[in-house]
Antibody, heavy 121, light 108 residues
Framework: EVQLVESGGDLVKPGESLRLSCAAS????????MNWVRQPPGKGLEWVGR??????????DYAAPVKGRFTISRDDSKNTVYLHLNSLKTEDTAVYYC?????????????WGQGNLVTVS | SSELTQDPAVSVALGQTVRITCQGD??????ASWYQKKPGQAPLLVFY???KRPSGIPDRFSGSSPGNTASLIITGAQAEDEADYYC???????????FGGGTKLTVL
């Protein structure tokens, strides 16, 4: 069974940093392109960024609002993807989900974590 | 442009058919996917690509994607379909993912 378990969410002050983790199991993690998506309170879903598999280059892409402040990394030996959040702003307050496509192509997200709340205040 | 536009809210009578639309220039090059989002739950992929439904999704969910508009069609809407629905696709560069603003579906 595929599982994505996120952790690391917390209440932090503006300008501080935080690291979210997403521990994966039940699939070949090293082959997966891992994404982060967030949902601010009362607002819609927003793609944050993605890290490709190492075989596909291991490169990262980020949405404009977080580029230069957030970094995605992966440790295939631990089946874990990380989201490093730096220079946090109040508008970064959101539930953060890790997600990937297991079956349908890299841009169709059929597996999601339970979400992790980050509050910047 | 790199935006996807959805109507904020749509309502449908129980058992009737509803179409939820998503407009954007990038849809001329990339297919949309659709996600159902209920409060406190993770998003659920309900339709993707030109005409594909994930395993376990009822066949009352279908889609179309002519030109710059993608649609999610629910034929015979059920009470449990009441949720927020989001489209997503790639942006014009093809490297980033973009989401529409979401449509709140009310089943009357």
């Amino acid at each position: 069974e595929v599982q994505l378990v996120e952790s690391g969410g917390d209440l932090v002050k503006p300008g501080e940093s935080l690291r979210l983790s997403c521990a994966a199991s039940g699939f070949t993690f090293s082959d997966a392109w891992m994404n982060w998506v967030r949902q601010p309170p009362g607002k819609g879903l927003e793609w944050v960024g993605r890290i490709k598999s190492k075989v596909d280059g291991g490169t990262t892409d980020y949405a404009a609002p977080v580029k230069g402040r957030f970094t995605i990394s992966r440790d295939d030996s631990k089946n874990t993807v990380y989201l490093h959040l730096n220079s946090l702003k109040t508008e970064d307050t959101a539930v953060y989900y890790c997600t990937f496509s297991g079956s349908y192509g890299p841009y169709y997200f059929d597996y999601w974590g339970q979400g992790n709340l980050v509050t910047v205040s | 442009s790199s935006e996807l536009t959805q109507d904020p809210a749509v309502s449908v009578a129980l058992g009737q058919t509803v179409r939820i639309t998503c407009q954007g220039d990038s849809l001329r090059n990339y297919y949309a996917s659709w996600y159902q989002k209920k409060p406190g739950q993770a998003p659920l992929l309900v339709f993707y690509d030109k005409d594909k439904r994930p395993s376990g999704i009822p066949d009352r969910f279908s889609g179309s994607s002519p030109g710059n508009t993608a649609s999610l069609i629910i034929t015979g809407a059920q009470a449990e379909d009441e949720a927020d629905y989001y489209c997503n696709s790639r942006d014009s560069s093809g490297n980033h993912v973009i989401f529409g603003g979401g449509t709140k579906l009310t089943v009357l």
